[in-house]
């Protein structure tokens, strides 16, 4: 889609939403999304959207250009967004939501109020380095706006797109919810009838993908709980699921599951009772996880043996809200960068902790914005999306220097 003097418009923002680097730290993929200026759609249940663009890009470091940019998803009546997941058999893994018209309403007699339900198209999609497509997965999923919810118990969506450690399957989880009707009191003693979600009716499904012919099934079943991380080594079919419950008013009830051989899902872990747990992250060797959770005004950094039932290994404390935690490929170091809209009088920082020395030190520059963060494999280098660039980052020495600049041309889209 290339500009045309006359019909551009302008953008309201953009970002980088997810950055994947291949197994040999060459190939550097990332996907762009843009907001239009003054470009608000609404339904009839007056939610709101920006008209969205979205496209995918890929950096070869070593060659320094740029040898492919996927096509601009401009979907000006619709939003659709790609994500990259990661790379498998020198293929990019891409991700590519893309939100359908309006369905029709659910009836159910004797509710008043009940939302539109909107469809979605997620499509699972490898593209070559040639820049062909080839999707090996489509599926069609209701999302849900507003309150109150339709009373359907087989209504899912599906969230969480991992790679197994060998990179040929794909995990994801699809939430099937269940709704229960409440009776709401208003003023005056008048009461209407409503929906709320029944957390012990609803239920996550895990799904495997194999990626070279896109046949899935169902590895994991969690009855009252939400995905938040899987971690799968398909060779010796051993798999973790990080997960919380469903109810709403429960952010932090955190658990660790593990699959035994038996394929029997036991909990490692689980968080104490008020415990204000943020985030769980298993390590790519599924050896040990970190744990961020706040105590006090700062936020603290667990780590834990997984093989010991949870024994702590180690926990050191970082100032500000830090919420980001992003383990490197060989499971020594630890990640961790501040939330969006939370910055220090340094910038928002990035800080590395090495598990083995146990050590914590801060790495690089203050960046004026959030940044969007990745390995290297060989955990040496990091690759940092920030302030409309691309930059590569020496841990040992915290030098830099600009691989990538976001081009004006793509800010020029024809409406």
Not at 36 to 47: D, F, T
Not at 121 to 131: K, N, S
Not at 302 to 317: H, K
Request: contains cysteine.
């Amino acid at each position: 889609m290339s500009p045309e003097k006359g019909q551009v418009a302008s953008t309201q923002d953009w970002g980088i939403d997810s950055i994947a680097v291949d197994s040999s730290g060459r190939m550097l993929a990332f996907t762009v999304w843009l907001s239009l200026r003054g470009s608000l759609l609404a339904n009839s249940q007056s939610v709101h959207q920006y008209k969205n663009i979205s496209w995918y890009a890929v950096w070869d470091t070593t060659l320094r250009r740029q040898i492919l940019q996927g096509p601009r998803l401009a979907q000006l009546a619709q939003r659709t967004v790609d994500r990259a997941v990661g790379w498998s058999n020198k293929r990019l893994v891409i991700i590519r939501h893309r939100l359908l018209e309006p369905g029709a309403r659910y009836p159910e007699k004797g509710i008043a109020e009940l939302s539109e339900v909107t469809t979605e198209r997620v499509e699972v999609i490898l593209v070559a380095l040639d820049g062909q497509e080839d999707r090996v997965k489509s599926f069609i999923c209701p999302q849900i706006f507003g309150q109150p919810m339709p009373s359907r118990a087989d209504t899912g969506f599906l969230e969480r797109f991992d790679l197994c450690r060998e990179a040929d399957h794909l995990l994801f989880a699809e939430s099937r919810l269940a709704f229960r009707k409440v009776q709401l009191s208003l003023e005056g003693g008048r009461s209407r009838q409503t929906l709320a979600m029944d957390s012990a009716r609803s239920k996550t499904l895990v799904h495997c993908a194999r990626l070279s012919d896109g046949r899935s099934w169902v590895i994991a079943e969690l009855p009252g709980l939400r995905c938040e991380q899987i971690l799968d080594d398909c060779r010796r079919d051993d798999l973790w699921i990080v997960s919380r419950k469903m109810e709403i008013d429960n952010l932090y009830d955190f658990q660790l599951l593990h699959r035994r051989p038996s394929g029997v899902l036991h909990r490692v872990w689980q968080c104490d009772t008020g415990d204000e747990v943020r985030e769980v992250k298993i390590s790519p060797d599924g050896q040990i996880a970190a744990i961020r959770r706040f105590v006090g005004d700062n936020t603290e950094i667990r780590v834990i043996d997984l093989s010991r039932q949870g024994r702590t290994l180690w926990q050191f404390s970082v100032s500000d809200n830090l919420w980001r935690l992003l383990w490197s490929g060989d499971s020594r170091s630890i990640l961790v960068w501040p939330k969006l809209g939370i910055k220090s009088t340094k910038g928002y920082r990035l800080h590395l902790a090495d598990i083995r020395r146990k050590q914590v030190k801060p790495v690089g520059p203050g960046w004026r914005v959030p940044v969007r963060v990745a390995f290297h494999p060989d955990g040496r280098t990091l690759y940092v999306a920030a302030d409309g660039r691309l930059w590569r980052l020496d841990i040992a020495t915290g030098s830099i220097d600009v691989m990538w600049r976001f081009p004006v041309a793509w800010s020029q889209i024809r409406e």
